[in-house]
């Protein structure tokens, strides 16, 4: 197996590209990619001010280090979840990946600022744990970069996220989320612009990216995770991929020059009619917002012990 640039020994095949690299191009194939992904799709400019949304797993390390490496200025956000020894790790990576390069991470504690952890705050809303977490990071992630200045949020959802996020959608045909489900979400109403640079790289490349670059990424997946159905919908396309090399790519980005301007219209931000939460000061849809509503009822509420297979001591 040879390097497709070099000739020299390769490390990693890319069947979906029919080629191989060794570790020196195949972190240039990344960077490049991810150029690629920022520029077709207009993401961020040069001198913009990042804010990577870091959970100390793979893609979030990853994403943050390539954009250092294409010549960003990019800050990392840290939110603490209280999810048992699963938190405690991801903390760890997170701050270790930043100390060793000199990077500014922001941190902020659920339990500290708000008084509720994620298994607390999934039972008191009877919602599913990541249901509750998504509406609690996407609070932490916007009021950071809103009180930070920062020009854009940065999330490390790579090819397969967005694959099997696109498959779940149109599994039941959820309108509105397919005229949501674009790599780049403008800025408006107090929300950031959002962006996901990774799109164009999956899974196996950026756990296969952390380890040639000396990346010490958290391997362990949150506990909370299991019998999510996204896990499902990842799993059934890895299997069409295995069969059909380069099925997941095109599913995504053809979707996205195909189709997703045609889901325009069913896009329902509800951003016209926001008004500011009398609590956090959020764009809101009524006096106070969902994730005031969360934090009041988790904050509350009995504290959630987690048992071992959960993340528990
Ligand atoms: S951290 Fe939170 Fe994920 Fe864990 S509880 Fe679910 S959403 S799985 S990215
Ligand atoms: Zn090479
Ligand atoms: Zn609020």
Redesign the pocket.
Same mark, same amino acid.
């Given at each position: 197996m040879k390097c497709r640039v070099c000739r020299g020994p390769a490390v990693i095949d890319l069947r979906r590209h029919n080629a191989n690299f060794c570790a020196e191009h195949f972190v240039k194939f990344c960077r490049d990619q991810t150029a690629k992904a920022i520029s077709d799709h207009d993401m961020v400019q040069p001198d913009d001010r990042l804010l990577v949304a870091v959970?100390g797993g793979k893609d979030s390390l990853a994403v943050w280090d390539i954009l250092i490496a294409l010549g960003y200025s990019a800050d990392g956000l840290y939110v603490g979840?209280g999810?048992g020894d699963y938190s405690d790790a991801s903390a760890d990576a997170a701050r270790a990946f930043a100390e060793q390069r000199g990077l500014t991470l922001i941190e902020v504690d659920l339990v500290e600022t708000y008084g509720y952890d994620?298994p607390t705050g999934s039972r008191a809303a009877k919602r599913t744990?990541?249901s509750a #977490?998504?509406m609690s990071?996407r609070h932490v992630f916007d009021e950071a970069a809103r009180n930070g200045g920062y020009d854009a949020l940065v999330t490390g959802h790579n090819l397969d996220d967005e694959a099997a996020v696109l498959f779940g959608n149109v599994l039941r045909w959820q309108m509105p989320y397919l005229g949501r489900q674009r790599p780049v979400l403008p800025a408006g109403d107090g929300f950031p612009r959002k962006v996901k640079p990774l799109i164009r790289l999956g899974e196996r490349e950026m756990a296969a990216y952390c380890v040639v670059s000396g990346i010490d990424y958290l391997v362990e997946e #949150?506990p909370?995770?299991a019998g999510?159905r996204h896990l499902a919908y990842k799993e059934a396309l890895t299997g069409i991929e295995i069969r059909s090399p380069g099925a997941k790519f095109a599913f995504y980005h053809e979707f996205l020059s195909k189709a997703a301007d045609r889901f325009a219209d069913d896009e329902t931000t509800g951003r016209d009619e926001l008004g500011i939460c009398e609590r956090c000061g959020s764009p809101s849809e009524s006096e106070v917002c969902a994730f005031c509503r969360l934090a009041e009822r988790a904050s509350a509420a009995q504290p959630v012990q987690l048992s071992r297979k959960d993340g528990g001591a």
């Open positions: 959970s979840l999810i994620i744990p990541c #977490c998504g990071k #949150c909370m995770a999510n």
